[in-house]
């Protein structure tokens, strides 16, 4: 267990991070665990929640949006697959039985996927892992280059004195380019730093992001506005309509 990073825990996200963003991620684990603790075949879920998914999806997305650090930091959801198909993928990846397994499947709902690619761009990462997150806080952290950073260390101070003068244009370039098995070892190695404090791999996932931001400082370089106040484009509307 890294020392120290319990003591970024519950009490320190609320306050490093806005409560509106804390409540939609909330709002959202609260939707797919709903969704999910139906005990359902294929074609049952999909037929009888395949709106429910599309919302969830564009709910995931626009959270994407509004916590971007860029404007191209996440890979939208591809318009080809119709909300029945975004349903099937969702189903297909609580039925799974490898990590590797369930990457995979959610890469299929991204725009820039291809079939059989074993590599993830850290904005096609930063999409997958937060729908693995939301799907399952338990199992999944939300990986980007941020907590990646931040993973392997013994201690908070061997992580500070490697990383503080390291800039983190040099950290993306670090990982600019991931394996599918990559993302997978990431993951368990949070999984590892479960404690009683952080009590599932989504919370140490956040605590290693709020560490990050004491390393790397955040600045918005482009003006935000919320996409859940605003209407989704015309893009939109074949996930949003089914």
Request: net charge negative; proline share 4%.
């Amino acid at each position: 267990m890294m020392d120290g990073l319990d003591n970024y825990g519950s009490e320190y996200l609320r306050i490093r991070f806005q409560s509106v963003v804390l409540e939609k991620v909330a709002r959202l684990e609260k939707n797919a665990q709903h969704l999910f603790q139906q005990d359902l075949s294929r074609t049952s879920f999909m037929e009888k929640n395949a709106l429910l998914v599309g919302r969830f999806m564009l709910g995931v997305q626009n959270l994407l949006a509004v916590t971007s650090e860029e404007k191209n930091d996440f890979v939208p959801w591809t318009n080809c697959l119709s909300n029945k198909d975004f349903a099937i993928l969702l189903w297909e990846f609580y039925q799974a039985s490898t990590d590797f397994d369930k990457i995979q499947i959610l890469s299929q709902c991204l725009d820039d996927w291809k079939a059989g690619h074993p590599y993830l761009s850290p904005a096609a990462l930063r999409s997958v892992s937060a729908l693995a997150r939301l799907l399952d806080p338990a199992g999944w952290g939300y990986t980007t280059w941020r907590t990646l950073g931040c993973l392997g260390f013994e201690s908070m101070t061997e992580l500070k004195k490697l990383r503080l003068h390291s800039t983190p244009a040099f950290i993306q370039q670090e990982f600019a380019q991931l394996r599918v098995q990559d993302v997978v070892n990431a993951t368990r190695r949070m999984r590892q730093l479960i404690s009683e404090d952080l009590p599932t791999a989504a919370s140490v996932a956040a605590a290693l992001h709020c560490i990050s931001l004491d390393i790397w400082q955040f600045e918005s370089p482009f003006e935000r506005q919320d996409p859940l106040a605003v209407m989704p484009d015309p893009a939109w509307s074949s996930i949003v309509l089914g």
